[in-house]
């Protein structure tokens, strides 16, 4: 069945779900589950309640009853259309959290009751060379997006804003005891993106590590890299969110809005990861960068930046992307993040709040990520 044709297909989208399926668990080849979810009907639309159906466990499938789902940024881009064509009507939400409601036959790594969590990719082919370096964000044939993406059945792919879940049990990650499932779900994307180029390029002790933006990834990426022992700098337009930098954990904190801090902070570090989507004047960032030192970019600006190549030449700089990371490497951040401690500063909504919570986080007025109370959905 396509379910595209059952989105806002329904009247009352109160009174479908069906009370048995409220809890777990299923058997396998069950009938489909219809879920509450919050979706969006067109290009920037507001965002509404619906119902929306979930498949059929196949046999490497789990049924997971979602707890919290973050709202990340690009949530918002995908509801706009920023980003170029989309789905709709489409339901937003890569960063979930939630319990195993039911497997299917095949799952053995987990059970009913686990707790797990989804990020921004649901399926991959798992035979190229980038499935096989357990890098499933760059597979050749496409990594399926969790939300605003097809599945490789043709099926369209909804997220995280809704009450329950499937995925392929490959593609859920263990969300250890000691995060809280709330905390946990910004993990997800903006955990991940930020921990996987702070480990690649060597975020740790003796590095001055410096952080461009303190928002949704910013705080995450303080966080971590001051968790790994870098020495860790926020660089922000103000010091409008100065005490909240250091109080999670970074060293100095600089207003880029103040020309003499490019001057001030020259050739200072050996990492700048930039989480701001604003255009940059990238040639004083590289020049605060140390010889070989690499500035990376997570955040996306919607024009082109420019740099000038001497830039890079005089002192062995390098300008690198990241994306997210794979479901080894997110499942290794969610283990150290329980290790030491860590989730995301969060502010908890229920679902009548989402269009608000979007309006603000355009507006940057955020401390630091919306999650969604899954179970005010539909409710
Ligand atoms: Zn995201
Ligand atoms: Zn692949």
């Not at 009352?12 to 489909?32: K, N, Q, R, T, Y």
């Not at 024009?303 to 830039?311: E, P, Q, T, V």
Request: with cysteine; net charge negative; hydrophobic share 40%.
């Amino acid at each position: 069945m396509d379910v595209r044709y059952l989105l806002f297909g329904v009247s009352d989208a109160h009174s479908v779900i069906f009370p048995a399926l409220e809890s777990g668990p299923f058997l396998e080849g069950f009938m489909s589950t219809t879920t509450h979810a919050i979706a969006v009907s067109s290009p920037g639309a507001p965002l509404g309640p619906t119902t929306i159906e979930r498949r059929d466990l196949r046999p490497d499938d789990v049924l997971i009853d979602v707890a919290y789902a973050g709202i990340c940024h690009s949530d918002i881009h995908q509801a706009k259309e920023d980003w170029g064509s989309a789905i709709f009507p489409m339901v937003p939400g890569h960063e979930i959290a939630g319990v195993v409601a039911a497997v299917g036959a095949d799952v053995t790594r987990y059970q009913v009751g686990d707790r797990v969590g989804v990020g921004c990719m649901v399926d991959s082919c798992g035979e190229c060379e980038y499935c096989e370096a357990g890098t499933e964000q760059f597979c050749t044939k496409g990594a399926v997006l969790t939300y605003n993406g097809v599945g490789y059945d043709g099926q369209n792919t909804y997220g995280g804003y809704s009450r329950q879940v499937v995925v392929k049990d490959a593609f859920a990650c263990r969300i250890p005891e000691g995060i809280e499932l709330d905390v946990a779900a910004p993990l997800l994307c903006a955990g991940i993106t930020t921990y996987s180029p702070l480990r690649q390029w060597g975020a740790g002790p003796g590095k001055k590590v410096a952080v461009v933006g303190l928002g949704g990834l910013g705080h995450m990426a303080v966080k971590l890299a001051v968790a790994m022992g870098a020495e860790v700098t926020v660089l922000s337009q103000s010091l409008k969110k100065q005490e909240d930098g250091l109080r999670l954990g970074a060293k100095d904190y600089f207003a880029t809005g103040d020309a003499s801090t490019f001057d001030l902070l020259k050739r200072r570090f050996d990492l700048i990861l930039n989480t701001v989507s604003a255009e940059l004047p990238v040639d004083s960032y590289l020049g605060m960068l140390r010889v070989g030192g690499a500035m990376v970019n997570v955040g996306a600006p919607a024009k082109s930046l420019s740099y000038n190549a001497f830039s890079l030449i005089i002192g062995n700089t390098m300008l690198a992307g990241s994306s997210i990371g794979g479901i080894a490497e997110t499942q290794e951040m969610l283990n150290f993040c329980a290790e030491h401690g860590l989730g995301a500063e969060i502010e908890t909504i229920s679902a009548d709040q989402v269009n608000a919570a979007y309006e603000r986080i355009e507006n940057s007025d955020v401390r630091y990520r919306f999650v969604i109370d899954a179970k005010t959905i539909g409710a």
